[in-house]
């Protein structure tokens, strides 16, 4: 059975730095896109990274700031999140689609995890 469990979150001040670790298993990473989208109080998911064989894809609001990486040896993904800003708060969560290439579209994506919280806040 697929898993992915986040961790990592937690409260940091404006233009810190956190990384998230996405743990996966049940599935060969090789084969898997792997998101990670975000949720902000009162506003929809949105994505805003995933990295697959194609390579990683940020959205616009990210770029520069937001690191994506993969480990398959250990089943890992991770977001590394530099100069942290307020509008980064929210619930982050990783997902896994059986594709090839990375798309930022959250019906796509077949296994969640459960989220971890950022809060922004000085």
């Known amino acids: 059975q697929a898993q992915l469990v986040e961790s990592g979150g937690g409260l940091v001040q404006p233009g810190g730095s956190l990384r998230l670790s996405c743990e996966t298993s049940g599935f060969n990473l090789d084969y898997y896109a792997i998101a990670w989208f975000r949720q902000a109080p009162g506003k929809e998911r949105e994505g805003v990274s995933c990295i697959s064989d194609g390579g990683p894809y940020y959205v616009d609001s990210v770029k520069g700031r937001f690191t994506i990486s993969r480990d398959n040896a250990k089943n890992t993904v991770y977001l590394q999140i530099d100069k942290v800003e307020p509008e980064d708060t929210g619930i982050y969560y990783c997902?896994?689609?059986?594709?090839?290439?990375?798309?930022?579209?959250?019906?796509?994506?077949?296994?969640w995890g459960q989220g971890t919280q950022i809060t922004v806040s000085s």
């Open positions: 997902a896994a689609e059986l594709h090839v290439v990375c798309r930022l579209i959250a019906e796509l994506y077949d296994h």
